[in-house]
């Protein structure tokens, strides 16, 4: 599916300190592998290198 800056999305992570926030994407990186990654801003801060499988796409 792949996600793009901007969206906004819930983060779905146990071991993150936002786990089950709801957090806007920042940047989009693309690892050696082809595979994407993501930074996701939230109000208390930031998670980098979140995979995909991480995340969905929150509810307007």
Do not use: R
Not at 2 to 8: A, L, R, S
Not at 34 to 53: I, K, L, M, R
């Amino acid at each position: 599916m792949g996600f793009e800056e901007d969206d906004q999305v819930v983060l779905h992570d146990g071991h993150s300190e936002f786990d089950g926030e709801e957090g806007t994407i920042t940047q989009v990186m693309e690892t050696m592998f082809g595979d994407a990654t993501y930074t996701v801003s939230f109000e208390e801060g930031q998670e980098t290198g979140v995979p995909e499988s991480a995340l969905e796409l929150a509810n307007e």
